[in-house]
């Protein structure tokens, strides 16, 4: 085993670092994908309050994500196969799809066509599956200890 290079050190931080902003902008679109599975007829307030707040916290912590996250795939690079970078494809279309529907002067009916491959609860599950998915495939074949 030979020493961990600092660009990978830096690579690895990047990914904490957008695997927290994925959180933070994300908590609210999960805990809505958990009710939407797990108990759709139930009412559940504080969710609702939530959403209602979440907007700005999902719209900027997200474009924060994708930056973070273009920049942890380049370095990681040599690293990686078809599933993260299929993963990469997909979190660059959610940020452009989200920025069409939020801050673009498209048709409602081009929106609404977005919507439905962005603003769903099945999206969101495709997203966390494809994520440990391809990290675990690409842990297979990873050099270096990961501290
Ligand atoms: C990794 C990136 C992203 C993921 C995984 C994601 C995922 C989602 C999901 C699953 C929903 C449905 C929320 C619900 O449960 O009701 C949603 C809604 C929405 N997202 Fe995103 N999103 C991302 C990035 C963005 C960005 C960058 C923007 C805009 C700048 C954006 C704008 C919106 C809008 C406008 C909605 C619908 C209305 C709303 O709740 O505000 N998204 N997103
Ligand atoms: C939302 C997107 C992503 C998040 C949240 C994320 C998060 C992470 C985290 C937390 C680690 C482990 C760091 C550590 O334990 O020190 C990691 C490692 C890694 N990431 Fe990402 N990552 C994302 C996207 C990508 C993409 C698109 C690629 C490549 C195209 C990639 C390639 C790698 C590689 C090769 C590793 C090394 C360990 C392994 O193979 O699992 N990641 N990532």
Known sequence: MTATP????VGT????????LFLIADLYVILHMVHTIFAPKSKWPWLENMGKKWHPI??????AL?????????IMAPYTGFWNWLLF?????????GIMIRFSHISPKAKASLSRFHARW???LIVLVLLVVAHLVSLQTFPYVLG
């Open 13 to 20: 931080t990047l990914g904490a670092l957008a695997a927290l």
């Open 6 to 9: 600092t660009s990978v050190t």
């Open 122 to 124: 099945y999206m969101i």
């Open 89 to 97: 494809a997909l979190i660059v279309w959610m940020g452009f799809a």
């Open 66 to 74: 994708v930056i973070v996250m273009i920049v942890h795939a380049i």
């Open 58 to 63: 999902h719209y900027f912590g997200n474009i």
